[in-house]
């Protein structure tokens, strides 16, 4: 916590008394909450999972390298988060978040059906700028009233059932990413206007309608009460918070940097997959949807149920739980991931991201359950912004760094998995390392968190 308050910081008018109290929010809109914001969360993963789907015949149709296709599954997403994402997490902290939620998912989708009529690569590129800004303040908002929602002993369990929203929208948009394309592969090349749309741009507009129906159920959720251990809520300037990231480096900095690694290689593949599929095995859009789709599903809903488990399981043992739990599933992922491009048949490759899949999902609830334990109130949207940039930027990279390696190393798109396995052998050890470094300083800062808080009682 800041231990006094910067000069420039007023009250938040929303939720100021003492956390212990205030009580916390009804189960029932506690768990409604919960509800809708994996449903805005499975939509911004479904518009990125069918956009991944595309890749082969949006390079096909707009005559692109491997390196531009790299900038359209990556880069393009992370310029307006920079420019405009982290900026807009102070929404989060000032504003109903629920609003901020709403007009983020609205804008989501409005531009995911406008990317249908783009006719260029500078104007798809343009169009999925937009919608990197529209889910930029999606994670922080999320998070943030997630644990305004949650009392600590029970945030993990409901960070592990947000990964359902993640788990879902990649499912469907796998499976109907697969059905849909393959559905107007048929399709002639329609011109209207002057503009010559192609079969895939049409499921682009498809899948942007349900963004207004899920706002509107986000207007409806209740809004939690700000907690905080001491005082009362503050708005407090951009400097406190980098002031705060760097008093409690020990802990941050492994957290931000073991993320970066590891978003490297996991956003990478995940990007690329559909194509390596189709490069090294010769699968189609329909198989690879159906088998994605069966491999994602069940892997990481195991992957988020383990997660908790293993995390809760810890936790009565460890002070250092999350971090700990986070370190041992990054080392489990090592082996998998590196095996799976390796495989000689599409199947093998599968089981054995799917084993990875497991770990990963795992991974994600304690990384996530402990910026939010350690993070004061008042600054918890801008810190999830940064962590979560780690997450989108370098994961943004990871997808331009495979198509630059294969194009400019191994000069052969037949090559792509030699990219996949060169990646993971690199960063994944790497995040494993970096993270583990947190361990014992993340310990020390929930001790003293609890210690707080029982002061404040």
């Known amino acids: 916590m800041v231990a006094e308050v910067p000069a420039g910081v007023v009250p938040v008018a929303q939720g100021g008394a003492r956390s212990q109290a205030q009580g916390w929010p009804a189960r029932a809109a506690a768990y409604y909450g919960l509800f809708v914001i994996i449903l805005a969360t499975a939509l911004n993963f479904l518009d990125a999972t069918i956009f991944s789907m595309m890749a082969q015949p949006i390079k096909r149709d707009f005559h ?5 296709l790299g900038f359209l599954l990556g880069p393009a997403n992370v310029v307006f988060y920079l420019l405009v994402g982290i900026p807009l997490a102070y929404l989060v902290d000032i504003f109903p978040r629920k609003y901020v939620l709403a007009g983020g998912i609205t804008l989501i989708g409005g531009i995911t059906a406008l990317g249908g009529l783009a006719q260029n690569f500078v104007q798809l590129f343009m169009s999925r700028m937009l919608v990197g800004a529209g889910s930029s303040a999606h994670a922080p908002g999320s998070y943030s009233m997630l644990a305004d929602y949650f009392p600590p002993a029970r945030l993990p369990r409901a960070i592990g059932l947000l990964q359902l929203g993640f788990i879902s929208g990649n499912v469907l948009g796998f499976s109907l990413g697969g059905v849909l394309l393959t559905m107007v592969a048929a399709w002639p090349v329609t011109h209207w206007l002057g503009l010559t749309i192609h079969g895939w ?99 990481w809903l195991l992957g988020a149920f383990f997660g908790t488990v293993f995390t809760e399981w810890l936790a009565k043992r460890y002070k250092d739980a999350n971090v700990r739990a986070a370190t041992i599933l990054f080392a489990l992922i090592v082996p998998f991931e590196i095996a799976a491009p390796l495989m000689p048949t599409g199947q093998l490759a599968l089981l054995c991201a799917a084993a990875a899949g497991v770990c990963g999902l795992a991974s994600a609830v304690p990384q996530n359950a402990a910026i939010q334990r350690i993070t004061p109130n008042e600054m918890r949207g801008r810190v999830t912004a940064i962590y979560l940039f780690m997450f989108i930027a370098f994961g943004a990279i990871g997808g331009q760094l495979i198509g630059s390696v294969t194009q400019r190393v191994f000069r052969n798109d037949a090559d792509l998995w030699k990219s996949i396995a060169l990646t993971a052998a690199i960063l994944l050890p790497l995040a494993a390392f970096t993270i583990s470094r947190g361990v014992r300083p993340y310990g020390r800062e929930v001790e003293r968190l609890e210690q707080l808080e029982v002061k404040s009682a």
């Open 64 to 68: 692109l390298t491997d390196e531009q």
């Open 201 to 299: 741009q049409w499921v682009l507009m498809m899948v942007g309608a349900p963004g207004l129906v899920i706002a509107g159920l986000l207007l409806l959720a209740q809004e939690p009460p700000r907690r905080v251990v001491t005082g009362k809520a503050q708005i407090v300037p951009w400097s406190a918070v980098f002031r705060e990231i760097w008093a409690r480096k020990a802990v941050y900095l492994p957290l931000f940097i073991g993320l970066a690694f590891s978003a490297t290689e996991f956003q990478g593949l995940l990007v690329w997959r559909p194509a390596f599929l189709t490069r090294t095995y010769g699968w189609t859009p329909d198989r690879i949807g159906h088998w994605l789709s069966i491999v994602v599903l069940v892997s």
